[in-house]
């Protein structure tokens, strides 16, 4: 297995379970994968409850609010590590560089990784499961005149980067989010209480914001059922023309929230 993120450790722990011989790599010296505090930014915490957002074999501590914040989840996952004993399977600070088939003909793929002690080295494998996520590698843009902004004193930040910023940064500055996901969300609420002068968010199509609670019900209610898919097909196309019926009717309360 690659990766220390969620998913990682359900995979570990099921693979452990049906009896096979596991063995993890992870370039960085410890779990957690995004939730690992030289990733998270400040304020970062999770859009789903606790009930649902949780290994099956491993609640969250009752103490835990509805919402967990980035360390809460990343200790919840360390612990959830420890008591599967799912440390001792990992190779920390070690790098997969590559990933290629047996050339023998027999199945299985070769593995060349790296540790950070010095030296490459090959190992085969029945299976591999590649966990690393979609968010591991940052992605970074560059526009027109954006380096002499940079010159004239301007800053520009990944999120990822966004802890690395000081107050002095960001009080009575003007500030430009690009992009409209939960990680722009979040670092514009901050940003503004931080002291800037300004917050402006550009994006190219607008989604839903859908708050904590609405009428003083939980979201999870609302959402985290099937009547969803109808109340917001752009998350699922109607399969049928009944679907298509009710999901015109729902827009006025779509279009209230």
Not at 18 to 41: I, L, M, T
Request: charged share 25%; aromatic share 12%; net charge positive.
């Amino acid at each position: 297995v690659i990766g220390v993120g969620v998913s990682v450790l359900a995979a570990a722990k099921a693979f452990v379970d049906q009896g096979h011989e596991v063995v993890g790599f992870e370039s960085s010296d410890s779990f957690g994968g995004v939730w690992d505090n030289s990733r998270a930014y400040p304020g970062v915490k999770t859009q789903t409850s606790k009930d649902l957002y949780r290994f099956m074999d491993m609640a969250m501590p009752d103490e835990y609010p509805e919402w967990p914040s980035g360390e809460q989840v990343l200790a919840y996952m360390t612990s959830y590590a420890k008591k599967f004993d799912l440390t001792k399977l990992y190779h920390f600070n070690t790098t997969v560089l590559s990933v290629r088939r047996r050339e023998d003909r027999k199945n299985g793929w070769i593995l060349k990784i790296r540790s950070s002690k010095g030296g490459d080295d090959e190992m085969i494998f029945d299976f591999v499961a590649v966990c690393t996520g979609t968010f591991t590698s940052p992605k970074c843009i560059s526009h027109p005149g954006q380096d002499d902004f940079v010159r004239t004193g301007g800053i520009v930040k990944h999120s990822s980067e966004y802890k690395d910023l000081s107050n002095e940064d960001i009080q009575g500055k003007r500030v430009l989010i690009i992009g409209n996901s939960k990680s722009a969300t979040d670092i514009a609420v901050h940003v503004a209480n931080r002291g800037s002068r300004q917050v402006t968010i550009s994006q190219t199509r607008n989604r839903w914001r859908i708050p904590y609670f609405i009428f003083g019900i939980n979201a999870k209610y609302f959402l985290f059922m099937r009547a969803e898919e109808i109340l917001f097909p752009s998350w699922k196309k109607p399969s049928s023309v009944f679907d298509k019926v009710v999901s015109i009717l729902l827009i006025p309360l779509a279009w209230l929230n």
